[in-house]
């Protein structure tokens, strides 16, 4: 196995350019989104007002939407936000957390689907399946039910012309065209809330300095799971609540030789 992406230059992009990455995404982990993007190297800014969604999204670098907390009047924010997006051509990431727990969650993820060219659509094997139209059960936000991540994401990036990521043991990353496995991180991330939706912002900024949005989001993930693994190996950790101490820390200090000698994307 082996890293075929120059994943580092992308790295060392984002920590020069410093993009800003708007986010309309849940109030359970607004707080860590903001921090690993700050964390990454970007810019984060929490902007989810009708009044200034617009304006925000005009000079913003990537727009990222996380359904985790939904409401219509959020929808509607994030298609003003998203239309914007659009029309200035950055890239934006619809977290699709839930989709199918909820008739709800469901349709309203469908429509911004509709309303909006998304570059990048991200959720777990359940919740992507949903959106693929392929039997699926989805409890709360875990995946219960799902069809083979591979095959969904390749379906799903054919009919609806974006970029499919699926997290998990293994993330699954599909333009179509290509298909990247990556076999970076740690079980420990699945014990701390938010690793799912903090992913989407580490996304959000590769996307935002690598207009190849497949390589992107496998370069963002690789990055994440190997932050994962440094932390997960670190004395210092007990439990859940020093792990996420070291996560941020590790996804800071990231090396070139990190990197390099622990990539796994196939």
């Given amino acids: ?44 800014v929490m902007a989810h007002a009708p009044e200034e969604v617009a304006q925000m999204a005009g000079i913003a670098s990537a727009l990222v939407l996380n359904i985790g907390t939904l409401t219509k009047d959020f929808v ?12 200035k051509g950055i890239p934006i ?7 199918g727990a909820t008739d709800f969650r469901t349709v309203e993820c469908k429509c911004l689907l509709r309303e909006l060219k998304i570059g990048i659509i991200k959720g777990n094997a359940g919740e992507v399946s949903t959106l693929a139209g392929v039997e699926a059960e989805v409890r709360g936000v875990e995946s219960v039910k799902a069809g083979d991540p591979v ?7 054919k009919t609806s012309g974006s970029v499919v990521v699926i997290t998990g043991k ?18 420990m991330m699945g ?12 996304i959000a900024s590769f996307a935002a300095v ?23 190996a670190s004395p210092t950790v ?17 090396s070139k030789k990190d990197i390099e000698s622990k990539a796994r994307i196939e």
Wanted: aromatic share 8%; glycine share 8%.
């Fill in 1 to 44: 196995m082996v890293n075929l992406i120059d994943t580092y230059s992308v790295l060392a992009k984002i920590k020069k350019e410093k993009p800003l990455i708007h986010h309309l995404t849940n109030w359970v982990t607004i707080y860590d989104c903001a921090n690993v993007t700050r964390t990454i190297g970007a810019l984060p």
């Fill in 76 to 87: 509607d924010s994030m298609i003003i936000a998203g239309k914007v997006a659009n029309k």
């Fill in 93 to 99: 990431i619809l977290d699709a957390v839930g989709a």
């Fill in 151 to 157: 095959t969904v994401a390749e379906s799903l990036a």
């Fill in 170 to 187: 293994t993330d699954v990353v599909s333009d179509s065209k290509r298909t990247y496995k990556i076999h970076n991180g740690h079980e």
């Fill in 191 to 202: 014990k701390v809330v938010g690793t799912g939706c903090m992913a989407a912002s580490v």
């Fill in 210 to 232: 690598e207009k190849d949005y497949a390589k992107a989001a496998a370069a963002a993930l690789s990055c994440y799971g190997i932050a994962g693994e440094i932390a997960a």
């Fill in 238 to 254: 007990k439990g859940p609540g020093t792990f996420k101490e070291a996560f941020f820390d590790a996804l800071y200090n990231l």
